[in-house]
């Protein structure tokens, strides 16, 4: 009852070209079968013909007659199958067209109701708002990582005064462990010989640098307070000693 109202005629139409490849492919498949049995025929008159030509002529004749006759008719056939061979191939790639229009339209109409009312205006206000939240999320996440600043902002000359003074007291400490201090030779240009020699120039300097730090400042560093007494000995033997080598 369905054919009535046009229903069943959509699902013939869809349905006859299978139906078609499929009596062609029947089709096909006797005369294939024809054209080896008359090749066959064609091989036995043949092999007769070859038989009689000798001693019967009339036999061997007739024997080619027939194989004409055969292959005759297996030239037919083969020309009956090239045309089977090309009709399957036409009404296949048809087919397959009509089937990759039939997707097409279908994915046509799938973009279609996925796009629905969406415009090029909505995309550029959606992209608009994206680049806003994340402007302000980075906003935010720099808050977060920078925190609040308790106090006053740091005076970034007062840090460098402390950290001069710092490094003079470091200065100061290193000079108090550099051992005795010299004594000048006596003698005619005794100091000019005292002072080319590069380490009694060193020594010299660090006495002075000492002299004049203690004068300036009445400074004592409490390290030099708290070196124990063996140590103080031990620099005055040896100071001793350095005399005794310089008046030599």
Do not use: C
């Not at 699902?11 to 078609?20: F, H, I, L």
């Not at 490849?21 to 008159?45: P, T």
């Not at 090309?86 to 279609?112: D, P, R, V």
Request: hydrophobic share 35%.
């Amino acid at each position: 009852m369905w054919g009535w109202f046009g229903g069943g005629g959509s699902q013939a139409r869809k349905d006859a070209p299978k139906k078609a490849i499929l009596s062609l492919r029947a089709q096909l498949d006797m005369l294939q079968k024809r054209e080896k049995h008359l090749e066959n025929q064609m091989a036995e008159q043949d092999a007769i013909a070859r038989k009689h030509v000798s001693t019967n002529k009339t036999a061997a004749r007739t024997a080619l007659k027939r194989k004409k006759a055969h292959e005759h008719s297996l030239e037919q056939t083969s020309n009956q199958i090239t045309m089977l061979e090309n009709q399957i191939y036409s009404i296949e790639s048809a087919n397959i067209n009509q089937e990759t229009l039939n997707a097409m339209k279908s994915a046509g109409k799938a973009m279609k109701d996925i796009h629905g009312n969406l415009t090029i205006d909505k995309v550029d206000n959606i992209m608009e708002d994206l680049s806003d939240q994340k402007a302000l999320a980075d906003e935010i996440g720099n808050a977060i990582a920078t925190g609040p600043q308790a106090g006053e902002p740091i005076d970034e000359g007062e840090l460098e005064d402390e950290l001069g003074a710092l490094e003079q007291e470091a200065l100061d400490n290193q000079l108090l462990k550099t051992g005795t201090v010299p004594v000048l030779p006596s003698g005619p240009n005794a100091e000019s010989k005292f002072f080319d020699d590069p380490a009694n120039r060193k020594e010299s300097f660090l006495e002075n640098r000492l002299s004049s730090r203690e004068s300036e400042a009445d400074f004592v560093p409490v390290k030099a307070l708290n070196q124990p007494q063996q140590e103080e000995e031990d620099e005055e033997e040896e100071l001793r000693k350095l005399q005794k080598e310089m008046a030599m």
